[in-house]
């Protein structure tokens, strides 16, 4: 045997042993449907795991460090990405996780609203009560105000030298991995901001190649204009912004969501890069103050406005309620029956009550109401989910709104195997690496090698939701695992005990 031949056999020996080496500890999940999350059709094939990362993709063949999983011909989709959630204080309180997982959630994006932690906070927080899914946030216009203009004094514009020190904090947060400015400007905190405030602030975080979310000024009575001030940040400052939960939440509006999308394409088409998210449900979840636009919560013509334009009362219920606690559960149209008064009048009462306990318990910790708003119609939700641009959220937690627990799988249940809205491979594209894409997030939603295992198992003739406002915790069918940093949280509808989830930064 020559020098060359004892060479190679050495080479070939050395990488033997370093092949072994990289299987050791590994997990193969195989005999599965591979969606890899970029909208192609799967393939059959397998997926190994080693540590917290996919290190082979294809038709793999089972080794002796293997642990195996027979994924039974299902579907194995990249973990589902919550593009607008509140999940995290349900994650911290309940270490299960079942809230996210159940629907195949890995990764929650939080700071929503407005509303925020301090990202060096949040990475204490994380370090200090692991939870199941991944964090990722944004910074919030409305925290930014309450920490320089104080609680109590937000119902104002903001002078210039507020503006300036919420853009010197907006400016550190975003240097520590905030993923770009999120606003709330249809609650108090933000409703008296101006467009100028607004602006200034999205500024800083466009230099910062970042991205811009909104809970717009109105999705009812001055929406036209809500849409327009969106448009013109995502205009003037060239860079990504956001609707989120776009809906239609006035009456006389309902079934007009294909003028709202055209209004949409025509600045997509001028260049502004302006996305929605959506969650699918025709109810959403906030508190009875929204319903007053004008903030006039005494104005009988307002509240009738509401009861007969904003929301059906008597489909609507009261899933948070303080001052008495009776009321949840119950319809708007029962409480006022009870109380012997119009529903109008029974708005107004509702808010008044709350409003006087909210005086009287200022050390109150949680929601002193909110309620479960019955307000659009299903082929507009419909329209919103087909939009291209459009990503699926839950804009849930783990309270009374069913979306909390069933945003996804309902998606792949209803709205594309019963419905047909979307194809499987687009309604996955849009919970995975659509968002992960519109988000800057490198490393997960896609199944590829050097991705992190962030991973669902589903069986997409089966899955489905269950939960319901009288019963929002109930869990969903058809998820079959979850797996989040290469560590399995959830199978057979019970979580594993495992809470790997890591804070992602920009």
Same mark, same amino acid.
């Given at each position: 045997?020559?020098?060359?031949?004892? %060479?190679?056999?050495?080479?070939?020996?050395?990488?033997?042993?370093?092949?072994?080496?990289?299987?050791?500890?590994?997990?193969?999940?195989?005999?599965?449907?591979?969606?890899?999350?970029?909208?192609?059709?799967?393939?059959?094939?397998?997926?190994?795991?080693?540590?917290?990362?996919?290190?082979?993709?294809?038709? #793999?063949?089972?080794?002796?460090?293997?642990?195996?999983?027979?994924?039974?011909?299902?579907?194995?989709?990249?973990?589902?990405?919550?593009?607008?959630?509140?999940?995290?204080?349900?994650?911290?309180?309940?270490?299960?996780?079942?809230?996210?997982?159940?629907?195949?959630?890995?990764?929650?994006?939080?700071?929503?609203?407005?509303?925020?932690?301090?990202?060096?906070?949040?990475?204490?927080?994380?370090?200090?009560?692991?939870?199941?899914?991944?964090?990722?946030?944004?910074?919030?216009?409305?925290?930014?105000?309450?920490?320089?203009?104080?609680?109590?004094?937000?119902?104002?514009?903001?002078?210039?030298?507020?503006?300036?020190?919420?853009?010197?904090?907006?400016?550190?947060?975003?240097?520590?991995?905030? #993923?770009?400015?999120?606003?709330? =400007?249809?609650?108090?905190? $933000?409703?008296?901001?101006?467009?100028?405030?607004?602006?200034?602030?999205?500024?800083?975080?466009?230099?910062?190649?970042?991205?811009?979310?909104?809970?717009?000024?109105?999705? !009812?009575?001055?929406?036209? !204009?809500?849409?327009?001030? /969106?448009? &013109?940040?995502?205009?003037?400052?060239?860079?990504?912004?956001?609707?989120?939960?776009?809906?239609?939440? *006035?009456?006389?509006?309902?079934?007009?969501?294909?003028?709202?999308?055209? &209004? =949409?394409?025509?600045?997509?088409?001028?260049?502004?890069?302006?996305?929605?998210?959506?969650?699918?449900?025709? %109810?959403?979840?906030?508190?009875?103050?929204?319903? +007053?636009?004008?903030?006039?919560?005494?104005?009988?013509?307002?509240?009738? =406005?509401?009861?007969?334009?904003?929301?059906?009362?008597?489909?609507?219920?009261?899933?948070?309620?303080?001052?008495?606690?009776?009321?949840?559960?119950?319809?708007?149209?029962?409480?006022?029956?009870?109380?012997?008064?119009?529903?109008?009048?029974?708005?107004?009462?509702?808010?008044?009550?709350?409003?006087? +306990?909210?005086?009287?318990?200022?050390?109150?910790?949680?929601?002193?109401?909110?309620?479960?708003?019955?307000?659009?119609?299903?082929?507009?939700?419909?329209?919103?989910?087909?939009?291209?641009?459009?990503? /699926?959220?839950?804009?849930?937690?783990?309270?009374?709104?069913?979306?909390?627990?069933?945003? +996804?799988?309902?998606?792949?249940?209803?709205?594309?195997?019963?419905?047909? @809205? #979307?194809?499987?491979?687009?309604?996955?594209?849009?919970?995975?690496? &659509?968002?992960?894409?519109?988000?800057?997030?490198?490393?997960?939603?896609?199944?590829?090698?050097? *991705?992190?295992?962030?991973?669902?198992? %589903?069986?997409?003739?089966?899955?489905?939701?269950?939960?319901?406002? =009288?019963?929002?915790?109930?869990?969903?069918?058809?998820?079959?695992?979850?797996? @989040?940093?290469?560590?399995?949280?959830?199978?057979?509808?019970? $979580?594993?005990?495992?809470?790997?989830?890591?804070?992602?930064?920009?």
């Amino acid at each position: 045997m020559n020098l060359k031949s004892i %060479f190679q056999i050495v080479i070939a020996s050395v990488c033997l042993q370093l092949s072994a080496n990289a299987q050791k500890g590994t997990t193969l999940i195989n005999n599965v449907q591979v969606m890899d999350g970029t909208g192609t059709l799967a393939i059959k094939g397998a997926v190994r795991i080693k540590g917290d990362v996919i290190v082979e993709v294809g038709n #793999l063949k089972v080794t002796p460090n293997d642990k195996v999983i027979d994924g039974k011909g299902q579907i194995l989709a990249p973990g589902f990405i919550d593009a607008h959630s509140h999940h995290l204080g349900d994650l911290q309180k309940n270490s299960a996780g079942l809230s996210t997982s159940n629907q195949g959630i890995t990764t929650v994006v939080i700071g929503q609203d407005g509303e925020s932690y301090p990202m060096d906070s949040l990475e204490k927080d994380m370090k200090q009560k692991r939870v199941v899914a991944n964090v990722a946030s944004y910074t919030g216009h409305s925290s930014l105000r309450e920490e320089i203009m104080g609680e109590k004094n937000l119902f104002r514009n903001a002078t210039q030298n507020e503006v300036d020190k919420m853009k010197m904090i907006l400016s550190k947060e975003l240097s520590k991995g905030s #993923l770009g400015l999120s606003t709330g =400007l249809e609650y108090e905190q $933000a409703f008296y901001s101006n467009r100028d405030e607004v602006l200034q602030l999205a500024k800083v975080a466009a230099a910062a190649n970042t991205r811009y979310i909104s809970h717009i000024r109105s999705e !009812d009575v001055t929406m036209a !204009d809500a849409l327009d001030e /969106i448009i &013109q940040i995502g205009k003037i400052t060239k860079m990504p912004v956001q609707i989120s939960h776009i809906k239609l939440a *006035k009456l006389s509006d309902w079934n007009t969501a294909s003028s709202i999308l055209t &209004q =949409l394409e025509k600045a997509r088409a001028e260049g502004v890069q302006i996305t929605a998210d959506v969650y699918p449900y025709t %109810f959403w979840n906030s508190t009875l103050r929204v319903l +007053f636009p004008a903030r006039d919560y005494t104005n009988m013509a307002s509240a009738q =406005l509401a009861v007969t334009q904003l929301f059906d009362p008597t489909q609507s219920y009261i899933v948070q309620y303080a001052p008495n606690p009776t009321y949840v559960g119950k319809t708007v149209s029962a409480i006022a029956l009870e109380r012997k008064e119009s529903d109008a009048q029974a708005l107004i009462s509702l808010v008044a009550i709350a409003a006087d +306990f909210k005086e009287k318990h200022p050390g109150y910790k949680g929601s002193i109401e909110a309620i479960a708003a019955k307000s659009m119609s299903e082929p507009d939700v419909a329209k919103f989910i087909a939009w291209p641009y459009s990503v /699926i959220c839950s804009d849930g937690n783990g309270g009374g709104h069913p979306r909390g627990y069933g945003s +996804f799988s309902r998606v792949l249940g209803k709205y594309v195997r019963e419905d047909k @809205v #979307l194809s499987l491979e687009n309604a996955v594209h849009k919970m995975t690496g &659509q968002t992960a894409e519109y988000l800057g997030i490198k490393d997960r939603g896609i199944i590829a090698v050097g *991705k992190k295992a962030d991973l669902v198992l %589903f069986n997409p003739a089966t899955i489905i939701d269950h939960a319901a406002i =009288l019963n929002s915790h109930a869990l969903s069918t058809g998820i079959e695992m979850v797996w @989040v940093n290469g560590q399995l949280v959830y199978a057979q509808q019970k $979580a594993t005990g495992k809470r790997p989830g890591v804070l992602i930064k920009r």
